[in-house]
């Protein structure tokens, strides 16, 4: 069993930064694949960024790549989500996600779920 707490949500202008922490409780984090899945307004969940149980790969939706980063700390069994250049559109409910594959975060689904942090970024 795998319990993600996230932190690191809030307001901000258009422009600006957050970073979004999801710390994982549970022996097998280090064996997880781990993600962002986001969720605005009146629409579906979407992918945002999946990682490697290793960091030996990331995948980012094409919505966010070059702005935001993730990275995984195994030793602290947290994962980091870096939003730069933010923008409006990035306004969203955003989830933590665990699972075995990246591919299964990738397709907006996960084993694991956090419950998420409200991210607005205000034009």
């Known amino acids: 069993q795998v319990q993600l707490v996230e932190s690191g949500g809030g307001l901000v202008q258009a422009g600006g930064s957050l970073r979004l922490s999801c710390e994982a409780s549970?022996?097998?984090?280090?064996?997880?694949?781990m993600g962002w899945i986001r969720q605005a307004p009146g629409k579906e969940r979407e992918f945002v960024a999946a990682?490697?149980?290793?960091?030996?790969?990331?995948d980012y939706a094409d919505s966010v790549k070059g702005r935001f980063t993730l990275s995984r700390d195994n030793a602290k069994n947290t994962v980091y989500l870096q939003m730069n250049s933010l923008k409006p559109e990035d306004t969203a409910v955003y989830y933590c996600a665990a699972a075995s594959l990246t591919q299964t975060i990738m397709n907006v689904r996960a084993t694991y779920w956090g419950q998420g942090t409200q991210v607005t970024v205000s034009s």
């Open positions: 549970g022996r097998t984090f280090s064996t997880n694949a």
């Open positions: 990682i490697t149980s290793r960091s030996s790969s990331t």
